[in-house]
């Protein structure tokens, strides 16, 4: 049927029309759209520490403002692939407008990223912070602190255990040790008294004690399975000890990691979907925030919390020259070492510890826990608790542990001295010579203390804001980008990934 023959009436339609002036890009952008505010913000921020990744010789480079502004954009629009990109900047408008009609390849994209990016990422992202913070969006000194754990892009059932590797090296030390012994009950002359250390045997001594043993028993009657492992120790053994070397320099203080991303560590995941407890490659990420706009970002193997903390505000203090005011964070960050470092760097800690939600429930009083601490009375004029019971607990010692970190804790300890036939002792549980109990009187005085912080009108509205601040950035990140695996691997372009993300993140928040 011919148009000429209805009667309906349609615009003219000629994808081929020429146009006298070409129509400049930026008039099909929306005024308020993202893509604006990438350039603007991008525009504005000083990417020296970038192009001193240049280098002064060969041909000309594509501009690193052009190639940041895409990717920002692009992490802003959920679109990570470098081949991906490299699309957009041919057939999508917004992309053409920031490339300014370049079209850097998918390798250029990913060089940009990968390398020209590497260690400066953090400085570009802390000077986007400063930007919104003079514009009054978010106050910096205000941090809404809390850690999740993101999958790395590592294969799940290749792994190092630093315990496998310890008891490997046990098992070849005790190994050694028996053909020594055995050598010794047939030869005794030819291998003589002195014993070689077998505790943590170098791969060099591995082979001089085999070669002695094989020494010492030549011409001899030997066992068959004992020539054999004589073999497969001398042909094996050094080299496993070498490779189990190598394996604890990658692993440092972990105690796994993945083959094929070995920066990353095993750890449990809440998002278990199989519910099975599997452990998985992962990187612990710690943000903080304000309003809900990320001000600091750091990556870390501990898949606990606690020990995180000082490291994260540490990077705080490098990016911004100085520490934040206030810190809101979790129980899992409640320990004598980060109430110790907060206060001393002046950061007014909202922090809580753990039980704090059971103390203030009274559920521990009420059910009644004799041995607790804090179901005992403590006469602070004669330095002893008094047990449920009314007996004297009076100070019997001090005792010093070192943590992991190497921060020392200071224990006095308190005795009742006669708990026998006592009828709550089901409860209070005291051991053979009477309960004791071991009181950390730095770390009871940095809860109280919190306490009071958390439990001030301030407090309430700070532990209220936490769980809509820090924890929906989270969400976000995590599931509306669907980032809860990281496309880069090792820690540098883990790093570089996740500082795209939260720049994309502040500037979509901005553009609201
Ligand atoms: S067990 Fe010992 S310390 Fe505990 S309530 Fe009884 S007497 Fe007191």
Redesign the pocket.
């Known amino acids: 049927m011919q148009k000429q023959d209805l009667n309906v009436a349609f615009k003219d339609y000629n994808p081929n029309q020429l146009m006298l002036l070409p129509p400049s890009l930026e008039e099909f952008i929306a005024p308020n759209h993202p893509g604006r505010t990438v350039n603007q913000i991008i525009e504005r921020i000083d990417l020296t520490p970038v192009y001193l990744s240049y280098s002064d010789n060969g041909a000309s480079s594509y501009h690193p403002k052009m190639l940041l502004k895409i990717l920002v954009y692009g992490y802003l629009e959920n679109c990570f692939s470098s081949r991906k990109l490299e699309k957009s900047t041919r057939e999508n408008i917004v992309y053409m407008w920031l490339a300014g009609m370049q079209r850097p390849d998918h390798h250029t994209i990913n060089r940009f990223r990968s390398e020209r990016l590497r260690g400066v990422i953090g400085e570009v992202f802390a000077q986007v912070v400063l930007l919104l913070h003079e514009e009054g969006l978010l106050d910096i000194k205000e941090v809404y602190t809390d850690g999740t754990k993101i999958e790395a892009n590592a294969n799940r059932y290749t792994f190092v255990w630093g315990k496998a590797i310890k008891k490997s090296k046990e098992r070849i030390s005790a190994q050694l040790k028996e053909l020594w012994d055995y050598a010794g009950s047939v030869a005794s002359a030819e291998l003589g008294t002195e014993e070689p250390d077998f505790v943590n045997p170098s791969p060099e001594k591995v082979t001089q004690t085999v070669e002695k043993i094989n020494r010492a028993l030549e011409g001899k009657a030997v066992d068959k399975k004992v020539k054999q492992k004589l073999d497969y120790a001398k042909k094996n053994w050094p080299a496993k000890l070498e490779e189990y070397t190598q394996k604890e320099q990658v692993l440092g203080e972990r105690n796994s990691c993945s083959k094929t991303d070995p920066d990353s560590t095993f750890m449990r995941m809440k998002e278990d979907h199989m519910k099975n407890g599997q452990l998985k490659p992962a990187y612990n990420l710690q943000l903080s925030t304000h309003r809900q706009f990320v001000v600091n970002y750091s990556i870390h193997p501990n898949p606990n919390d606690t020990l995180t903390l000082k490291p994260h505000l540490e990077l705080y203090q490098s990016r911004y020259g100085f520490y934040p005011s206030i810190c809101t964070a979790d129980a899992g960050y409640g320990s004598e070492e980060n109430y110790s470092y907060l206060e001393g760097n002046s950061i007014k800690p909202f922090v809580k510890y753990s039980l704090f939600h059971k103390e203030l429930s009274q559920e521990r009083k009420r059910n009644r826990a004799?041995?607790l601490l804090e179901n005992l009375y403590y006469d602070p004029e004669k330095d002893r608790y008094i047990?449920?019971?009314g007996?004297s607990?009076e100070a019997s010692g001090e005792s010093t542990r070192k943590t992991s970190t190497g921060f020392l804790q200071h224990f006095r300890h308190y005795r009742?001295k006669?708990?026998a036939g006592?009828?709550?002792?089901a409860s209070?549980k005291?051991g053979k010579e009477?309960?004791v109990l071991k009181v950390n009187r730095n770390l009871q005085n940095y809860k109280a203390r919190a306490k009071t912080l958390l439990t001030s009108a301030e407090g309430i509205e700070r532990r209220k804001q936490r769980a809509t601040d820090v924890e929906p950035v989270f969400g976000q990140l995590k599931y509306n980008k669907g980032r809860g695996r990281y496309m880069l691997r090792g820690k540098e372009k883990v790093e570089i990934e996740t500082g795209l993300l939260v720049i994309a993140h502040n500037l979509a928040k901005m553009t609201g």
């Open positions: 004799y041995g047990c449920p019971m007996q607990m009742a006669n708990c006592c009828p709550l002792a209070c005291p009477g309960k």
